[in-house]
């Protein structure tokens, strides 16, 4: 199964950094981990992706588990804008069904 | 840069009728993929255009369909529409394919069968 396991729900305050785990044991050594987050009524926005090593960009970091069987994304400084439903997917990287297959995501609520 | 655009953006349609839903990439952006969005099942691939051509494909019934055209813009049709045909539609585009690219989604078509 290409799916990831996330808790379904977190919460954070205001500020604070967050810390979003995801389980992907099924990985293969060519799947790519990717994060998107999708604020009520809009679509899946990008937030980042990586292979084996960590990644940073402008929105968050992504700590990779040396053996790949999980991850975590890093929210460094939590805001309201923040909260949205964060999927990690594992991104099936064999040529001809390389798809994002999205899970159920953690719905992360940031308190005031 | 513009995002990625969805026409409509609310359509309503009877059981048996069809329907073509239509996307337009970020300019540059060459793979065009679609996913249907639905309380119950959540976030799922349909299928993947690049270069015109279709290179990848969900679980779904041959009532799914797409198109990509030589601008890269891609359409969907859905023919025999189904009550359980209602959700949202959404549109993702990439440079190129392949999972090593992030994705841009529109924000998306709600369809809703009566």
């Known amino acids: 199964d290409a799916k990831t396991t996330q808790p379904n729900s977190m919460e954070s305050n205001e500020e604070e950094p967050v810390h979003l785990p995801c389980n992907h044991s099924?990985?293969?050594?060519?799947?790519?981990i990717h994060w998107y987050r999708q604020l009520p009524s809009q679509g899946p926005e990008y937030v980042i992706h990586?292979?084996?090593s960590n990644v940073n960009n402008r929105m968050a970091s992504l700590a990779i588990a040396e053996d790949r069987k999980s991850s975590t994304l890093i929210l460094h400084r939590a805001t309201l804008r923040d909260a949205a439903v964060y999927y990690c997917?594992?991104?099936?990287?064999?040529?001809?069904?390389?798809?994002?297959?999205f899970g159920t995501g953690t719905r992360l609520t940031i308190i005031p | 840069k513009a995002g990625v655009t969805q026409t409509p953006r609310y359509l309503i349609k009877t059981r048996g009728q069809q329907v073509t839903l239509s996307c337009s990439p970020i300019?540059?952006?060459?793979?065009v993929s679609w996913y249907q969005q639905t309380p119950g099942q959540g976030l799922q691939f349909l299928f993947e255009?690049?270069?015109?051509?279709?290179?990848n494909k969900g679980n779904f019934p041959g009532r799914f369909s797409g198109r990509q055209f030589s601008n890269s813009r891609s359409e969907m049709n859905v023919s025999t529409l189904e009550l359980g045909d209602s959700a949202l539609y959404l549109c993702?585009?990439?440079?190129?394919?392949?999972?090593?690219?992030?994705?841009?989604f529109g924000p998306g078509t709600r369809l809703t069968v009566t």
């Open positions: 993702a585009s990439s440079l190129v394919p392949g999972t090593g690219y992030e994705q841009y």
């Open positions: 099924t990985i293969s050594g060519t799947d790519y």
């Open positions: 990586g292979l084996t």
């Open positions: 997917i594992r991104a099936l990287a064999n040529f001809g069904n390389e798809k994002l297959t």
């Open positions: 300019s540059g952006h060459r793979s």
């Open positions: 255009y690049f270069s015109e051509t279709q290179r």
